[in-house]
């Protein structure tokens, strides 16, 4: 009989051939998709054909998401954009995505089915973690070990230990996924769950909608974690339902399932939470914010770029105006999520409050393009990271927050909860 496993551990040792695993045991691990960007992915190309390999272990499973520095913004991206088209036509890869047709990776890739409930997945990218609201082990790795993957369908892992995190009770008005994540990373600490999992549950997981878990565990690589994973339930196969295109698996956690430690919030006790500059640790409870004022909010990314997240912006925006001493910069996920929010006028709402909507892209959550902040500016903004200089100037300030918080801050011209509207 094994011992009690949780649920990364049952996706690990399943990957692994194995009928257990314990945290601190290396693996080698057979993968189901491999994905980088346009940043990551030329770095990979050169390793994969450094090492000698001629094929793809599967042309399905290998996906390129151009979607940082895209549509491009210089001669530099654009060639790097060039490497991966012309390695995806060598491969005969199946998911390959060209402007027009692609969306930000980590909002893409569940929405086409690409991604689904039991997969283990590596991503050249940090948010790869997102899809464990799925109930995937996802994980960002290097793009060397990307390029080993991408050859071989195989990569090593150390089982993580896992850490359970159970938020229940009923949430106060305006408060969402991202600021129950917010709340985790400033309680815990960037490196809070260093090399370690988050399974996270509790009555309020399992009433939440797909958008606001993907929300959550995007976010999981900022409280320093492996991966963070959401155990798939009866809302995630609804979601999954002729979406996935491959067979999937449901794991849970064994009763009596080791975990290093246990953390329970009541949400009652949980505000709208800011990340102040310049960790995403340093977080305080809107109503601690104080007078700040912003030149400009961001709606959008990985983290925040889902229909769900325009609907609350233009609710709060509907016959409002943007503040005319702030720029409001919005970005649909995807194609699809653009025209939805266009079909249920969000789009238009947004465009007559005085914000501007862009195509999909990862802009400037990184310091990309499509919103640079310059020196002395201060953003609010609904994306994963406010490091010093990541959205522009290393004199330039990022607040994080939600998307309710980031347009009502966005309509009074300085950081505030849509109760003060």
Known sequence: ???????????????????????GQLITAKLDI???????????????????AEKVFDNTRVVFVPDHFVPNKDIKSAEQVKMLREFAKEQNLVNF?????MGIEHALLPEKGIVTAGDLIIGADSHTCTYGALGAFATGVGSTDLACG????????????TIKVEFNGKLNKWVS????????????????????????????IEEMDMDGRFTF????????????IIAADEKTEEYLKGRSIRPYKIYKSDEGAQYVRTIKYDVADIEPTVAFPHLPENTKPISKVGNITIDQ???????????????????ILEGRKVNENVRLIVFPGTQQIYLDAIEK???????????????????????????????????????????????????????????????ASAILGKIASPEEL
């Open 97 to 101: 995505f060209e402007v027009g047709r």
């Open 297 to 315: 909010a961001v709606i959008g990314s990985c983290t925040n770029g889902r229909l769900s997240d325009l609907k609350v912006a233009a609710e």
């Open 150 to 161: 991408m050859a071989s369908g195989e990569t090593w892992f150390k089982v993580p230990e």
């Open 345 to 407: 006028g969000y789009v238009q709402t947004i465009v007559k409050a005085g914000g501007a909507v862009s195509t999909p892209t990862c802009g400037p959550c990184l310091g990309g393009h499509a919103g640079i902040l310059a020196a002395g500016e201060r953003a609010i903004s609904t994306t994963n990271r406010n490091f010093v200089g990541r959205m522009g100037h290393v004199d330039s300030e990022v607040y994080l927050a939600s998307p309710a918080v980031a347009a």
């Open 34 to 52: 491999t994905l980088a960007n346009d940043i990551t992915g030329p770095v990979a190309v050169r390793e994969f054909k450094k090492i000698g």
């Open 217 to 228: 565990c995007n976010m999981a690589i900022e409280a320093g974690a492996k991966t963070g």
């Open 1 to 23: 009989m094994t011992r009690p496993m949780n649920i990364a551990e049952k996706i690990l040792a399943a990957h692994a051939g194995l009928e257990e695993v314990v945290p």
């Open 177 to 204: 996924s991202k600021d129950l994540i917010l709340h985790l990373i400033g309680d815990i600490g960037v490196d809070g769950a260093l090399y370690q999992a988050l399974e996270v549950g509790g009555n309020v």
